[in-house]
T-cell receptor, first 112, second 109 residues
Framework: SQTIHQWPATLVQPVGSPLSLECTVE??????LYWYRQAAGRGLQLLFY??????ISSEVPQNLSASRPQDRQFILSSKKLLLSDSGFYLC???????????FGPGTRLTVT | GQQLNQSPQSMFIQEGEDVSMNCTSS?????WLWYKQDPGEGPVLLIA?????ELTSNGRLTAQFGITRKDSFLNISASIPSDVGIYFC?????????FGQGTRLTINP
């Protein structure tokens, strides 16, 4: 069966510090991968998605970037965090043409 | 772009009551998905609908794909405390999903 992992689960970082969040999927090959941010417990904002290694589409111009160095690994990064980057970050995967997305447990980021 | 309007935004009900929520789209969809998010966790896919008029159940949950293909409905029967959470509808938008803003369900014991 497929599983999706995200780490860390929680993170507290000062303004201006770098960020790296990691997402890995097991049990499937060539998944589509997605990064979402959720503020205040409502609404899912799509940040990036990837249909293959090295292929990244950005939805919202901002302080963040994404990379996909391996088939089942998706990384969200920032060089300098802003207070507005605080939120709940969710990674998700889907297979091929299916729209069914499956979410990871999330990372709670607090920028202080 | 495509937008989903989900209503109500919040519901406060008594345990044991039935719940109804809906989602409408500005354009025709060929897929409707319903997710539930528990506090502090990632959303979980509850039901997927692929055909206009389709009615699908998952335990006490029943979802319907509207015949106009621009709406979908989710019903929960005989609510219990573990039904608390945020329910999201979603539909296809190119290679991505478009999500509604969610319905927050609170249950009073």
């Amino acid at each position: 069966s497929q599983t999706i992992h995200q780490w860390p689960a929680t993170l507290v970082q000062p303004v201006g510090s770098p960020l790296s969040l990691e997402c890995t999927v097991e049990g499937t090959s060539n998944p589509n991968l997605y990064w979402y941010r959720q503020a205040a417990g409502r609404g899912l904002q799509l940040l990036f998605y990837s249909v293959g290694i090295g292929q990244i589409s950005s939805e919202v111009p901002q302080n963040l970037s994404a990379s996909r160095p391996q088939d089942r690994q998706f990384i969200l990064s920032s060089k300098k965090l802003l207070l507005s980057d605080s939120g709940f970050y969710l990674c998700a995967w889907s297979v091929g043409p299916s729209y069914e997305q499956y979410f990871g447990p999330g990372t709670r980021l607090t920028v202080t | 772009g495509q937008q989903l309007n989900q209503s109500p935004q919040s519901m406060f009900i008594q345990e044991g009551e039935d719940v109804s929520m809906n989602c409408t789209s500005s354009s025709i969809f060929n897929t409707w998905l319903w997710y539930k998010q528990d506090p502090g966790e990632g959303p979980v896919l509850l039901i997927a609908l692929y055909k206009a008029g389709e009615l699908t159940s998952n335990g006490r949950l029943t979802a319907q794909f509207g015949i106009t293909r621009k709406d979908s409905f989710l019903n929960i029967s005989a609510s219990i405390p573990s039904d608390v959470g945020i329910y999201f509808c979603a539909g296809p938008g190119g290679q991505k999903l478009v999500f509604g803003q969610g319905t927050r369900l609170t249950i009073n014991p």
